[in-house]
């Protein structure tokens, strides 16, 4: 599996963490920036990222800034995009087997390290699990049109 991963100057610290982790588990990584602590608009990494996937250039993709929230407003904007804030493995796992999430967001200014490393496992080890979530999937897609 190919993840894009992206995020602003609040997320960047956990992005390159995050980004060993995958790289533990095997995954390949495409970074969409931003690469240093200096400040930056996080709506242009939230496209960035969500472009990628739309795009396929990755399966998936993750972003992260301070709250998780304004990142996830940004990518849910781009057509085509179910982007998922989770600070917890619940919402994470029913992001997936429920929405059919394209994304995940994550605060780092909320969760540390290790939580966020538990979120983002049961977000890439769940599945859709179909059946009666496809028209609801559906429906969220159609108030694009
Ligand atoms: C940046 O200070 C902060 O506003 C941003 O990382 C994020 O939390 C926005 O939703």
């Known amino acids: 599996m190919k993840i894009g991963i992206g995020s602003d100057h609040g997320g960047y610290e956990l992005k390159e963490k995050l980004k060993k982790y995958l790289d533990s588990r095997g995954i ?30 990755c399966e998936r993709g993750i972003v992260i800034c301070g709250t ?3 990142i996830s407003i940004a990518a849910n904007k781009v057509k085509g995009i179910r982007c998922a ?8 796992k029913m992001a997936r087997e429920h929405n059919d999430s394209n994304m995940l967001a994550l605060g780092a200014r909320v969760i540390g390290e290790g939580l966020a490393i538990s979120i983002l496992d049961s977000w890439l080890d769940s599945e859709f699990a179909g059946d009666r979530h496809i028209k609801r999937v559906e429906k969220i897609m159609k108030i694009e049109e």
């Open 28 to 57: 390949e990584i495409i970074d969409y920036g931003t690469n240093s602590n200096e400040s930056v608009d996080y709506p242009d990494f939230g496209k960035a990222v969500a472009e990628g996937v739309m795009a396929e250039e």
């Open 85 to 92: 804030l989770c600070s917890d493995t619940y919402s994470a």
């Open 68 to 70: 998780g929230i304004g």
